[in-house]
């Protein structure tokens, strides 16, 4: 398998993808790779987590030329957008491989809400602040569908919001396993969550206790499969999970 130069972290829009960028640049790091700001300025428009917009030909080919100049592990970046051919291809030759982070919609949808009032890009609706859950069913629906591109890549590691802000350390030790690297994963995990604090409120199932039953039933029916066969792996988060813990909230 050729050796990886680019690991992507890609999530859903209001998924904890901050949190999961963290804590794969801790690994990657405690595992000897360090991960600094990536001077591509036409490409990375956030250089604090390495983050890029839109990964076209144009863009992944600079971001590979970066790669190849410093060999070792792979350089990680982060992304919202979603999979362009030339990243399939990528992912197919093995030069690429990466994670995809989701959450339940109907969480998605009421951190949106929150977004709209704090007047926040992933809240607004060509440019309106989102007024109703209901207006934010078009992005959840676009995101959903790039998630499922993503996840479905065998290259690629998916991941669950629940999991990574409440078995931090688990997710931890699969991207460690999943780079083939021996690292300390509860040092990685604590310093990915001190790192990674604005996530937001950190609350698990957050649809039970601010949705009507109504509205909950009616957006769950609709991404049923979805919640299925991506969300709903089977882990039961505590109440308070590491994050909560070392906040002390």
């Known amino acids: 398998m050729t050796q990886p130069l680019l690991y992507i972290s890609y999530g859903m829009a209001k998924s904890g993808s901050t949190l999961a960028y963290q804590i794969l640049r801790n690994v990657l790091e405690n595992a000897g790779a360090p991960q600094p700001p990536i001077p591509l300025p036409s490409v990375i428009t956030s250089g604090g987590l390495n983050f890029v917009e839109v990964l076209r030909p144009q ?3 600079e971001l590979r030329s970066h790669a190849e100049r410093a060999p070792g592990l792979p350089i990680a970046i982060k992304t919202h957008c979603g999979m362009w051919n030339c990243v399939r291809e990528g992912l197919d030759e093995g030069w690429i491989i990466g994670h995809a982070v989701c959450r339940d919609p ?3 949808a009421l951190s949106m809400m929150d977004a709209s009032r704090e007047n926040r890009a992933w809240g607004k609706r060509d440019g309106e602040p989102l007024r109703h859950i209901d207006d934010a ?4 629906r676009f995101n959903t569908q790039k998630f499922q591109k993503w ?3 065998p290259a690629i590691l998916p991941l669950t919001y629940a999991r990574i802000g409440f078995d931090t350390e688990a997710v931890a030790r699969q991207i ?3 780079l083939g690297v021996d690292v300390d994963v509860a040092r990685c995990a604590k310093a ?3 790192v990674g604090a604005n996530l937001n409120k950190g609350a698990r199932k957050r649809y039970d206790r601010e949705l009507s039953p109504e509205v909950s039933a009616r957006i769950g029916a609709e991404f049923a499969n979805f919640i299925d066969v991506y969300c709903d792996d089977g882990f039961e988060p505590p109440k308070k999970g590491v994050l909560s813990r070392l906040l002390g909230r």
């Open 137 to 140: 069913m078009e992005g959840v």
């Open 59 to 61: 863009e992944l080919q």
């Open 151 to 153: 996840a479905d890549h």
């Open 192 to 194: 990915a969550l001190k």
């Open 176 to 178: 460690a396993d999943q």
């Open 106 to 108: 109907r969480d998605v």
